[in-house]
């Protein structure tokens, strides 16, 4: 393929997808910094990949690459030491004042459950219910069936609304 056409696709991509493949890396890791890296990496993969994109969904194809790219730091990382030093941690460690302060109370009661599920749980969620793509594509990014997304999404779903009604912060409109 044409350099310059390569480029420019890539380029096309990042002004369009690039906030939503941050915050799907940022909710997968919850750390800032990193997260910006991953996603500049993520560009990178795209670009160096861009060959192998048989047109359809380009926010899919990205978010696949994210998720590859996540999970490959996050096991580079030793995955229990990282969970302990990055997943577990509350958001206040991780956010600015600015971002603190734009997060209402509820917000930061979700973000802290979500950080607390297993891996396949948050990122099921992230994709269907964060991000709002279907099962098809979910079950794309995730590599899975789409009876697997369903399945996990009602397992994690109901997963969520147990941490917070434990924390007495559930919101009823949560379903599973």
């Given at each position: 393929?044409?350099?310059?056409?390569?480029?420019?696709?890539?380029?096309?991509?990042?002004?369009?997808?690039?906030?939503?493949?941050?915050?799907?890396?940022?909710?997968?890791?919850?750390d800032h910094e990193q997260a910006k890296d991953l996603m500049q990496d993520t560009f990178l993969r795209a670009y160096e990949h861009v060959d192998s994109?048989?047109?359809?969904?380009?926010?899919s194809w990205l978010l696949k690459i994210a998720r590859n790219t996540t999970i490959d730091f996050m096991r580079k990382k030793k995955p229990v030491q990282?969970?302990?030093?990055?997943?577990?941690?509350?958001?206040?460690?991780?956010?600015?004042?600015?971002?603190?302060?734009?997060?209402?109370?509820?917000?930061?009661?979700?973000?802290?459950?979500?950080?607390?599920?297993?891996?396949?749980?948050?990122?099921?969620?992230?994709?269907?219910?964060?991000?709002?793509?279907?099962?098809?594509?979910?079950?794309?990014?995730?590599?899975?069936?789409?009876?697997?997304?369903?399945?996990?999404?009602?397992?994690?779903?109901?997963?969520?609304?147990?941490?917070?009604?434990?924390?007495?912060?559930?919101?009823?409109?949560?379903?599973?």
């Amino acid at each position: 393929m044409d350099g310059d056409w390569q480029q420019k696709k890539i380029n096309d991509w990042y002004h369009a997808y690039s906030n939503e493949v941050y915050k799907f890396i940022r909710y997968m890791i919850n750390d800032h910094e990193q997260a910006k890296d991953l996603m500049q990496d993520t560009f990178l993969r795209a670009y160096e990949h861009v060959d192998s994109f048989q047109g359809g969904n380009a926010k899919s194809w990205l978010l696949k690459i994210a998720r590859n790219t996540t999970i490959d730091f996050m096991r580079k990382k030793k995955p229990v030491q990282y969970l302990l030093n990055h997943l577990a941690s509350t958001p206040s460690r991780a956010l600015t004042p600015e971002q603190l302060l734009a997060l209402n109370e509820e917000e930061k009661e979700l973000y802290r459950a979500i950080a607390s599920l297993k891996l396949p749980y948050r990122e099921v969620i992230i994709l269907r219910k964060i991000k709002e793509l279907s099962i098809k594509e979910s079950a794309e990014i995730l590599g899975w069936s789409e009876n697997k997304v369903k399945t996990n999404v009602w397992r994690a779903m109901h997963q969520l609304k147990t941490r917070l009604r434990k924390e007495g912060d559930v919101d009823e409109s949560i379903q599973p």
